[in-house]
């Protein structure tokens, strides 16, 4: 009887504590769910690997195959608070990439393009009113492009020595045609600040060949580069085979524009000739070109 009664005793004490355990579980409150955190992808913004793979440049990104911007601007050694001024940068292609860098860094981009006044090109006054809407319509992402010109009777490019980089991106040819290569040159020494770099990227002619003053076919032998630009009184530093192209043999019916990116099937200003057998040069992709840089002595 007694063991009986020991034995409900005990089943009682351990139910309760049963219970008492199951209520204090049920009280505790849960741990609070942690919302989820998305991790960025891509590269960090304001980076040059993220200006250069900016979603925004879509339409120019097949070409980076052969224009290399991310080791060509390197190799001119660009930083994100400099002040970079291009010359004629066409539709935009490298300022896609310059532009975003240079206003999240903190730098200023300055884009000495074709002049626009009376007597202009009316070619290039139209691509240049284009250049012009397009890069101040989205300030958020370009920043504050400042807009100057370069021509036979234009004036200073940017503030006299506030420049740290210049740009020639594949235009020594049109400046020996107008007869301007000189003034550019001179432009970019009175732009740069003493140290700053000079980059120039520019379709090679091979040296065995005669150089034509004009430069009628795009090419231009590397060492009339290098003399235009010590005359100016600039220093050579380094040259790159970055943007080189073995393939391109340069005997080209209507000169370096039979490469893509233009493709030319008749001479420029012609009707396109549509039997003309382009695989041959499309096979050859963009020219062979030198890439070089140059320092203003301190």
Not at 79 to 97: A, D, R
Not at 219 to 225: L, T
Not at 249 to 262: A, I, N, R, S, Y
Request: hydrophobic share 40%; glycine share 10%.
């Amino acid at each position: 009887m007694k063991a009986s009664r020991r034995t409900l005793l005990v089943g009682a004490v351990a139910s309760a504590a049963l219970s008492a355990g199951l209520s204090a579980c049920e009280r505790k409150p849960k741990a609070p769910v942690e919302p989820e955190v998305e991790v960025p992808t891509g590269p960090p913004e304001g980076s040059l690997e993220w200006a250069v793979e900016g979603p925004w440049r879509a339409a120019d990104r097949p070409r980076d195959v052969w224009r290399h911007p991310m080791e060509t601007l390197r190799f001119f050694d660009l930083q994100p608070k400099m002040t970079v001024v291009e010359f004629w940068p066409g539709s935009g292609w490298y300022t896609e990439i310059l532009a975003p860098y240079l206003a999240r860094g903190g730098g200023a981009y300055y884009a000495a393009g074709f002049p626009t006044g009376p007597g202009a090109d009316p070619a290039q006054a139209a691509l240049m009113a284009a250049y012009q809407q397009k890069f101040t319509a989205d300030k958020k992402l370009y920043g504050d492009v400042q807009f100057s010109a370069f021509g036979a009777d234009t004036g200073p490019v940017a503030p006299a020595g506030s420049a740290d980089l210049v740009l020639f991106m594949r235009n020594v040819h049109a400046w020996m045609a107008a007869g301007i290569a000189e003034k550019a040159f001179k432009d970019a020494f009175a732009a740069l600040r003493p140290g700053g770099v000079l980059g120039v990227e520019q379709h090679r002619l091979s040296p065995e060949e005669d150089q034509d003053p004009a430069a009628a076919n795009g090419y231009v032998q590397e060492a009339f580069v290098r003399q235009l630009a010590q005359e100016a009184g600039f220093e050579f530093e380094a040259g790159s085979e970055i943007n080189g192209n073995e393939a391109d043999t340069k005997d080209h019916p209507f000169g370096v524009e039979t490469l893509p990116p233009q493709r030319l099937t008749a001479p420029r200003g012609e009707a396109p000739n549509p039997a003309f057998d382009r695989s041959k040069y499309d096979a050859i992709g963009e020219s062979d070109r030198m890439t070089l840089k140059f320092r203003k002595p301190e």
